[in-house]
Nanobody
Framework: QVQLVESGGGLVQPGGSLRLSCVTS????????IAWFRQAPGKEREGVSY????????HYADSVKGRFTISRDNAKNTVYLQMNRLKPEDTAVYYC?????????????????????????WGQGTLVTVSS
């Protein structure tokens, strides 16, 4: 059974940092692209970043580029999202997700409006609140 469990969220002041973790089980992480999404109150879920399984290629939404870093440790079955210089507009529930059908589904979900609705596997989310 595919499972993804996020952790690491919390309350942080503007300019601060957090590291989110996505621990996976039920599948071999080496073969899967993983994405992070977020959903702010009253807003649609949006893609934040993804990392592929072949060569570690990464992609970031413009809103987080230069501040967030995604990485993976296949030996620990874990994907991380390091978030620096956090802003109030980063406040959201953060989810990790994947799809057994392959990387192209993860990429499509990142770039297409409502594409996230078609990804098969999601974690329960972790809340990040950026506020003074």
């Amino acid at each position: 059974q595919v499972q993804l469990v996020e952790s690491g969220g919390g309350l942080v002041q503007p300019g601060g940092s957090l590291r989110l973790s996505c621990v996976t089980s039920g599948f071999t992480l080496d073969y899967y692209a993983i994405a992070w999404f977020r959903q702010a109150p009253g807003k649609e879920r949006e893609g934040v970043s993804y990392i592929n399984n072949r060569d570690g290629t990464t992609h970031y939404a413009d809103s987080v580029k230069g501040r967030f870093t995604i990485s993976r440790d296949n030996a620990k079955n874990t994907v991380y999202l390091q978030m620096n210089r956090l802003k109030p507009e980063d406040t959201a529930v953060y989810y990790c997700a994947t799809d057994p059908r392959g990387e192209r589904f993860v990429i499509a979900a990142m770039h297409q409006v409502d594409g996230y609705k078609y990804l098969e596997n999601w974690g329960q989310g972790t809340l990040v609140t950026v506020s003074s």
